[in-house]
């Protein structure tokens, strides 16, 4: 079993950048998938990237591609989202989750990841 924590939310204007961090604990010698999510009040929590075990694929929504990248450093057990170019559409509650893999696939469902962060709050004024 792992435990999540993510930290790095805020508000911030619309153009601006924030980096987003989830420390992993717990059973870091198995292999894990970490995904980013996101939650909009009357909206289904998306997915907005994942990235593998070995930190060799990352995968992002279409809404984010070529603006947030996610990145591990497994010395840390640490996994990061970093956004750049914020939209008023970014606002959301950012959740991490893991979920048990060695495999070079993506996860882009919620129902695939088995552990879950508390979330972080980002605010993105226009």
């Known amino acids: 079993q792992v435990q999540l924590v993510e930290s790095g939310g805020g508000l911030v204007q619309a153009g601006g950048s924030l980096r987003l961090s989830c420390a992993v604990s717990?059973?870091?010698?198995?292999?894990?998938?970490v995904g980013w999510f996101r939650q909009s009040p009357g909206k289904e929590r998306e997915f907005v990237a994942a990235?593998?075990?070995?930190?060799?694929?990352?995968y992002y929504a279409d809404s984010v591609k070529g603006r947030f990248t996610i990145s591990r450093d497994k010395a840390k057990n640490t996994v990061y989202l970093e956004m750049n170019s914020l939209k008023s559409e970014d606002t959301g509650v950012y959740y991490c989750?893991?979920?048990?893999?060695?495999?070079?696939?993506?996860?882009?469902?919620?129902?695939?990841?088995?552990?879950w962060g508390q979330g972080t709050q980002v605010t993105v004024s226009s």
């Open positions: 717990g059973r870091t010698d198995r292999s894990y998938t």
């Open positions: 990235i593998t075990s070995s930190g060799g694929s990352t």
């Open positions: 989750a893991a979920r048990e893999s060695s495999w070079s696939r993506a996860y882009y469902s919620k129902g695939d990841y088995d552990y």
